[in-house]
């Protein structure tokens, strides 16, 4: 007999509704949750494929030992065991840091790893500890800290009621929106519009998004910063500022002047956007009743990430739109995040680049493998990450990786990654786990909460995360003579979280939704840092770079794609290929090349084969490829010299490459 089930996906940040028609221990279809109020219906193909990932075949299963080159099934004791013992040995020997760990994004949707992964890095006292934020969001995180004292006081664009939104490096049409939990964005983003309000967008590439909004503007990859700061020094040359709260500000006027150089006429010829719309651009902004400027992975994933996200928040500052009603807001989440911040406890090893969060930038991760002294990484942990191909120089990190001497891997995949791993365990599928998202609802446009009982209970060979990381955690802690503390399923943190409050969260399983975001930021802070330094020195970085004239390479995403692992879906990989490098017919005929060749693009740290895909939506001079493919992979010829200088935060956007045809 079949049965309906109500379930969040957790794939991407939009934590749609699901409704899964249930036939036994088989999903017969999944479809939006019209009932859920905040996604009310919505879904994209990756909320279909989560079936595609439960039944298939090569997700694994049981604990795989690797013996050489090949492998081996192991029971559950037998794999944990060598795992500890493996990590023990090597800790026992080397030291502390000797065991590093990484984190990927998926364990940022799975709170039985979410919850116990603290847990295990505590008894690792390891201080290689590194996750995909920095190669994402780690500049959000950072200034979030300095100015609001929290490094998840990051502001939400509120834009089911924003009358004006600037988006720069951002393609939620497409990503659905990410450090902006919005369900179906694609239907909020039409209605600001059809409100009688305005889109603009700014990216080196005419996106889904652009292809929605009022208006867009190609930007030279990097150089958001120059905009930026001409928009403000418009707005004040213009006596357009509007200041809410003036008691709560401290530096405001040093942060002014550190960057008050750059007029509209200069950013025109670093960003390539004429100065009048750019002067017109900051009018609208200033002018709007309510505004907000939104700048995702496109402004962090570069080489000024840290530059550009205080800047976004200076110009919601002066326009009176930060923690206002149609401007950016920061939520009242139910379970509210934990850990405040840290920045620069300690520093790497290798190329003395600062901790921050209890994290070092995972662009030095491969030299910290590969470099001999004392504090070199010897073994690694994985959990739910695909470094290989998601941080910068991939091939390098694969030479890394394959010279550990002892690899644990907590995944659901053998990969490019974790093929390298001499033990890989495998969680149950996410369907299996209960699910509340801890993160995701605190960064949402609403204030919005949800938990979800596991559909099926896992199998009697299976094994949860959090039991998986319990009991890794607790063998280390026996081997290494370390306390531990049982580990705790995503039920039993979510009720002691609630109180009496969870039987009704707990009935409610479409979501409850508890209101739109409301003003509280400036009553939260004592005051707001306008003028960390680290950024203020920034800024003479960026004046002084010199301009590139060579091809700048910069990345994209697909709705059907996410991240490096759902390539196994067909449902998501069937019709035309989707992993061309686009480029202007300008380039192309400069180059000698025609659309459908195969060319070679090269830089310092490797090579990729693919194919060309002519086309005039990127600008000249910019070339676009997808990232997470392993056939070609983009992390190939990403550099890992080249950083956010600030949080070390990969500059992944705006890579200088060469091309030519292959051969
Ligand atoms: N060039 C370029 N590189 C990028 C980016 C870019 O825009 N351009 N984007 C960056 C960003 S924003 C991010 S977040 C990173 C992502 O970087 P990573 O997190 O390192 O990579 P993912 O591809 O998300 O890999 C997820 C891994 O988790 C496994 N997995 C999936 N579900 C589960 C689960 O429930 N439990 C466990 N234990 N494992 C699971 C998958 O099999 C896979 O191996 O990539 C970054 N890399
Ligand atoms: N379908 C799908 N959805 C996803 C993911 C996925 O892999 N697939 N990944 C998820 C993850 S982990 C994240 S973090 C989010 C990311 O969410 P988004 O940030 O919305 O994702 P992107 O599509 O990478 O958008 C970045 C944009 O920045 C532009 N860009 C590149 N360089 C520059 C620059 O120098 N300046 C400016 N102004 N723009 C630039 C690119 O052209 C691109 O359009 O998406 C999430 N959602
Ligand atoms: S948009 Fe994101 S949360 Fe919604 S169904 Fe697609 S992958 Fe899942
Ligand atoms: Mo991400």
């Not at 009621?161 to 659905?176: D, E, F, K, M, Q």
């Not at 830089?603 to 939506?617: A, K, S, Y």
Request: proline share 5%.
């Amino acid at each position: 007999m079949q049965r309906t089930v109500f379930r969040a996906c957790n794939l991407c940040e939009a934590i749609c509704g699901l409704e899964l028609q249930i036939d036994g221990d088989r999903i017969v279809s999944i479809r939006g949750d019209a009932q859920d109020p905040f996604s009310r219906g919505h879904i994209c193909p990756k909320g279909v494929a989560l079936m595609d990932i439960h039944h298939d075949e090569g997700r694994l299963r049981c604990p795989a030992i690797r013996e050489g080159n090949s492998w081996r099934d192991a029971s559950w004791n037998e794999a944990i065991e060598y795992a500890a013992d493996g990590l023990a040995r090597v800790i026992q020997r080397d030291g502390n840091d000797a065991v590093g760990l990484y984190i990927g994004n998926p364990a940022v949707h799975n709170s039985g790893t979410l919850f116990n992964v603290p847990q295990l890095a505590r008894v690792l006292s390891s201080r290689n500890v590194f996750s995909a934020t920095s190669v994402d969001q780690l500049p959000h995180q950072l200034i979030a800290f300095w100015m609001y004292g929290h490094q998840f006081r990051i502001p939400i664009p509120d834009i089911d009621r924003t009358r004006y939104l600037l988006i720069l490096g951002a393609n939620p049409v497409v990503s659905n929106g990410s450090l902006m939990t919005a369900p179906d964005v694609k239907r909020r983003l039409l209605a600001i519009q059809s409100r009688g309000g305005k889109i603009v967008v700014i990216d080196p590439r005419r996106t889904e998004t652009a292809d929605i909004a009022s208006e867009h503007f190609f930007i030279k990859p990097a150089t958001d910063a120059a905009l930026l700061m001409a928009l403000i020094n418009t707005i004040r040359d213009e006596g357009r500022m509007r200041i809410s709260r003036p008691e709560k500000l401290r530096g405001l006027d040093a942060a002014l002047n550190t960057i008050a150089h750059m007029n509209a006429d200069r950013a025109a010829t670093i960003t390539g956007i004429d100065a009048n719309v750019i002067r017109c651009i900051a009018r609208e902004l200033a002018n709007a009743s309510s505004a907000v400027v939104y700048g995702r992975v496109g402004t962090s994933l570069q080489s000024f990430g840290t530059l550009n996200q205080w800047l976004i928040q200076l110009l919601n500052l002066i326009t009176g739109n930060l923690d206002r009603e149609g401007g950016a807001l920061v939520t009242t989440p139910a379970i509210p995040l934990q850990r405040r911040g840290s920045f620069d406890r300690w520093r790497s090893r290798v190329r003395n680049l600062p901790e921050s969060n209890g994290e070092l930038p995972v662009a030095a991760l491969a030299e910290e493998i590969l470099t001999p002294s004392d504090g070199q990484i010897r073994g690694m942990i994985t959990v739910a990450g695909n470094p290989i191909l998601s941080t910068p120089n991939g091939r390098q990190l694969e030479r890394a990786f394959a010279s550990l001497e002892f690899l644990v891997s907590i995944d659901i995949y053998r990969n490019d990654t974790t093929q390298h791993a001499n033990v890989i365990l495998p969680p149950a599928s996410s369907l299996q786990h209960d699910h509340y998202d801890l993160v995701f609802n605190a960064l949402a446009i609403r204030n919005v909460t949800r938990f979800n009982e596991a559909i099926w209970p896992r199998g009697e060979d299976e094994r949860y995360d959090h039991e998986i990381l319990g009991t890794l955690t607790h063998l280390l802690g026996t081997k290494l003579d370390r306390e531990t503390k049982p580990a705790r399923s995503t039920a039993q943190t979510v009720r002691a979280a609630f109180g009496d409050r969870f039987e009704e969260l707990r009935n409610a399983t479409h979501g409850l939704d508890l209101g739109p975001l409301k003003p509280s930021l400036f009553d939260e802070v004592e005051s707001i840092d306008c003028a960390p330094p680290l950024v203020l020195n920034d800024v003479a970085r960026f004046s002084s770079q010199q301009s590139a004239n060579e091809l700048l390479l910069i990345g994209r995403r697909d709705l059907r794609n996410n991240n490096s692992w759902m390539h196994r879906s067909h449902r998501l990989t069937k019709g035309p290929r989707r992993d061309q490098l686009l480029m202007h017919p300008d380039d192309l005929s400069r180059l000698a090349l025609r659309d459908g060749d195969a060319i070679e693009m090269h830089t310092r740290t490797g090579v990729i084969t693919t194919i060309v895909q002519e086309t005039d939506d990127v600008m000249p001079g910019v070339v676009c490829l997808p990232h997470g493919f392993s056939h070609a992979s983009y992390n190939d010829v990403s550099d890992e010299h080249a950083i956010d200088e600030v949080s070390g935060n990969a500059a992944l956007n705006g890579v200088p490459v060469t091309i030519r045809a292959a051969h």
